[in-house]
């Protein structure tokens, strides 16, 4: 098994798709190494292409509030990374070819942190892990239980900004996750 580190180094240098050709840092995600909660977004926008850091734009600052609502923060307790490492051009939606070939660095990921629970921010993750009939709408804040961990879904947090009346829903769903953390200890 490979460490953090090395997979990290790995992503910093891919070639594999031509989103390397367009990026300036590559986004491998941050927070705790061993962490019992993982999240997986969808890809870099343009603030986490500059900076080299998930979900630090207006969308990542609600997404810690809301997790910091809860007990969860970066520093203390999770590990946040997306299934492409590099940003697609204007924030398009990943390409199946680009997500196959990038999810085999985010599967080394979650087999070097072992999360007990896996928390899928946004369709585009909750598709490939649940399925392509899974529905945000009717299964956000559900827990699957597949592979030896769980599997969560939630709404993206962008998705909340372009619709605030959905804020509560994303809070409850955090709430039931740190509710299910805590039951799991
Ligand atoms: N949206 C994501 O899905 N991931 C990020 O890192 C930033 C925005």
């Known amino acids: 098994m490979k460490t953090l580190e090395e997979i990290k180094s790995e992503c910093a240098s891919c070639q594999k798709c031509p989103l390397c050709e367009s990026r300036t840092n590559s986004v491998f995600g941050v927070g705790v190494p061993n962490a019992e909660i993982m999240l997986i977004g969808e890809a870099p926008g343009e603030n986490e292409d500059l900076t080299g ?3 630090v734009g207006r969308a990542g600052k609600l997404l810690d509030k809301v997790l910091e609502e809860a007990g969860f923060s970066r520093e203390k307790n999770i590990f946040i ?3 492409l490492k590099c940003r697609p051009p204007k924030n398009r939606d990943p ?3 680009e997500v196959d070939l990038c999810v085999e660095y ?3 990921q979650i087999e070097a942190i072992n999360p007990k629970v896996i928390v899928l921010v946004g369709r585009i993750s909750a598709m490939y892990f649940l399925g392509k009939d899974f529905k945000m709408t009717r299964q956000h804040g559900n827990a699957y239980y597949q ?3 769980l599997w969560y879904p939630i709404f993206h947090p962008a998705a909340i900004l372009r619709n605030m ?3 509560p829903l994303m809070q409850e769903d955090i709430m039931k996750l ?3 953390v805590d039951e799991i200890k």
């Open 165 to 167: 009346n959905q804020l």
């Open 147 to 149: 592979e030896g961990r």
């Open 106 to 108: 985010l599967k080394k």
């Open 95 to 97: 390409l199946p070819s």
């Open 53 to 55: 850091v998930p979900f």
């Open 178 to 180: 740190r509710k299910m």
């Open 81 to 83: 990374a997306n299934m």
